[in-house]
């Protein structure tokens, strides 16, 4: 499966959009305002769009886009659905500020159909970014605070990220392996914030190419419990 373009967003409704089945549900686990959420369920020919935050903010705004949305602590609650219920699931940008990402890995299979969709998009901690920040004694990319903010991730003035679970692209196919959500593909991603210089942005699309060198990873899994 190739991607017609490589930013997160883009290349998530790519996804849907040639994997659609024209039925089922679809829950999107991060859903923030539902604004990501529509566009995916559009592309997938979702017959319900459900969703899950933390924020009640995030939840009110995605109700009056017309999701089902729930609050839910996604490392101290399950989630609020029955078993086999969705035909897809969504999940951007969230395991890497859980404490548990196991407790949620099992609330998807769970609740996804066998067959069913489920597409991940996380930092890779592999990155090349973090290999040559790590050789010079740095911080890798997503825990910096600095960085969050140059993406419009974190708003804080921590030097610090508040991400705590980020994954090589290795170690996640391994762990979505154990929780029977077969893997069928990962592909790149970009995250290049406005700032950043012509180096950066050569070594950025050069490392889409390869997944355990990229800066994000899309991991697309199938369930298989």
């Known amino acids: 499966m190739k991607s017609r373009t490589r930013d997160r967003e883009g290349a998530v409704i790519d996804i849907f959009e040639r994997t659609s089945t024209g039925t089922g549900s679809l829950l999107d686990v991060g ?23 933390v924020s009640p903010d995030a ?20 989630l609020p659905f029955d078993d086999d219920q969705f035909a897809a699931v969504h999940a951007g940008e969230v395991i890497d500020y859980l404490r548990d990402p196991d407790h949620l890995f099992g609330e ?25 920040a790590l050789l010079f004694g740095k911080l890798p990319y997503p825990m910096r605070g600095e960085f969050d903010r140059l993406v419009g991730e974190n708003e804080g003035p921590s030097s610090l990220s508040k991400r705590s679970s980020v994954f090589t692209y290795e170690t996640l196919h391994s762990v979505l392996s154990a929780h029977d959500l077969h893997v069928l593909t990962v592909l790149g991603a970009t ?23 990229s800066y994000r990873n899309i991991f697309v899994c199938q369930n298989t419990g």
Do not use: K, M, W
């Open 31 to 53: 859903c923030g305002d539902g604004d990501l959420t529509v566009r995916i369920g559009e592309a997938f020919g979702a017959e319900e769009l459900y969703g899950v935050d």
């Open 108 to 132: 998807v299979q769970r609740c996804l159909r066998p067959g069913g969709l489920f597409v991940l998009t996380t930092p890779n901690l592999a990155s090349i970014h973090n290999r040559i």
């Open 59 to 78: 939840v009110e705004r995605a109700r009056e886009r017309g999701l089902t949305a729930f609050r839910v602590d996604l490392d101290e609650e399950t």
């Open 191 to 213: 995250s290049t914030p406005p700032e950043a210089s012509t180096i950066h942005r050569l070594v950025e699309t050069v490392a889409v190419a390869f997944p355990s060198l």
